[in-house]
């Protein structure tokens, strides 16, 4: 590894954004607006409101484009945003060259609540990256959460 090189910086949006037609709201609509019926028709008021609020927040959610955050992969951790990932708090990495995105950097951390953190990386820190994460992580296979990848298809 080259011993200049202390950290690596760049800066990604927060995640992949499609952008939504019209017929992308309708269907979030009439999902909505069954599901409200269905649950007025159980008599469950509560979770009639709570469908009719989660559609709004997820119709503002589509149109919000997404924000800009600083990535950091350094000898001390890893930094996403403002929050920094001690090597301590890892237990391994792996890079997927094979997304369609582009690469990204799964870290798997010990923590229950943050299991696995993705980042989109640059192509051309690649290498470099991998220079500094191989020396105080194992790589371990990783594959983006299920989750993530049916959000990304419904265009999350």
């Known amino acids: 590894m080259d011993d ?70 350094g000898k001390k951790g890893v930094r996403v945003g403002e929050k920094m990932f001690t090597y301590s708090a890892l237990d391994s990495y792996f890079i997927d060259e094979e997304d369609v995105k582009g690469p990204q950097l799964l870290l798997k951390a010990k923590s229950m609540y943050l299991p696995l953190i993705v980042m989109p990386i640059p192509e051309e820190y690649m290498d470099d990256i991998e220079d500094i994460l191989k020396e105080r992580l194992p790589e371990e296979e990783l594959y983006e959460p299920l989750g993530h990848k049916l959000l990304e298809m419904f265009g999350f």
């Open 4 to 73: 200049s090189i202390r950290a690596i910086s760049w800066e990604a949006p927060e995640h992949h954004h499609v952008d939504k037609n019209s017929d992308w709201f309708w269907v979030l609509g009439i999902i909505a607006v069954c599901g409200t019926v269905a649950a007025f028709f159980f008599g469950n008021f509560l979770f009639a409101l709570l469908i009719l609020l989660g559609a709004g927040v997820m119709a503002l959610r589509a149109v919000k484009p997404p924000a800009v955050v600083p990535f950091m992969v």
